[in-house]
């Protein structure tokens, strides 16, 4: 099955730094979903984003498909980004949600 | 409702018991998954309802686990003969129609499931 690795696994910043969260995939896909996993365990969608680019605020996600790679970009930090990122994907030929292990972030004020 | 619900939010049972967990998702979404997610790790894919459509089950990890989903909404989760490595939060999500579309998926709150 598809292959879904999220880099860094940990991250620490400073409020105000900026940062890029990326994940990486082994095979084509037709949905890709960045979603934020706040430290009570709530789990918020961010973005779908199978190709393209989208911003939301101080956040913006790039996938470029046929490098077969997603970026997250998070700019000017602040302590309640805190959490843990997830990059799910799905194929072609399935509906299913594939997770990365995630990216926990650690904003420190 | 304006989200997806699930209950109960916390549940201990012992091991060898039989447990229910119930989804309600967001109404008019057609698709509502199943996943687990043990402590500090990632989301595992569990069970996919889509319709009227037979479920993938290709995620459950044994025979003990079962879910339906009734007048294509409401989905109960049952585990049977609870073992303790089935302790874990289990999350359920909906979204509008099958994951190839623009469909954005939208989590609940989770069942944290502890066997003792």
């Known amino acids: 099955g598809i292959q879904v690795e999220q880099s860094p696994p940990d991250l620490i910043l400073q409020e105000g730094a900026n940062s890029t969260l990326r994940c990486n995939f082994s095979d084509s896909v037709n949905n890709l979903q960045w979603f934020h996993q706040n430290p009570w365990g709530q789990l918020i969608n961010l973005f779908y984003?199978?190709?393209g680019t989208k911003q939301n605020g101080r956040l913006s996600a790039t996938t470029v498909a046929t490098e077969r790679y997603s970026l997250l970009y998070i700019s000017s930090s602040q302590t309640t980004d805190s959490g843990v990122y997830f990059c799910a994907v799905a194929t072609g030929s399935s509906y299913k949600l594939i997770f990365g292990s995630g990216t926990r972030l650690l904003v420190r004020p | 409702g304006a989200g997806v619900s699930q209950s109960p939010s916390n549940k201990v049972t012992e091991k060898g018991k039989d447990v229910e967990l119930r989804c309600d998702p967001i109404?008019?979404?057609?698709?509502l998954y199943w996943y687990r997610q043990s402590l500090g790790q990632g989301l595992e894919f569990l069970i996919y309802f889509q319709g009227n459509s037979a479920p993938d089950k290709s995620g459950l990890p044994s025979d003990r686990f079962s879910a339906e989903r009734t007048g294509g909404s409401v989905s109960t989760l049952t585990i049977q003969r609870t073992q303790q490595e089935d302790s874990a939060v289990y999350l359920c999500a909906s979204s509008l129609g099958r994951a190839y579309q623009n469909s954005p998926l939208h989590f609940g709150s989770g069942t944290r499931l502890t066997v003792t």
């Open positions: 109404s008019g979404h057609t698709a």
């Open positions: 984003i199978p190709s």
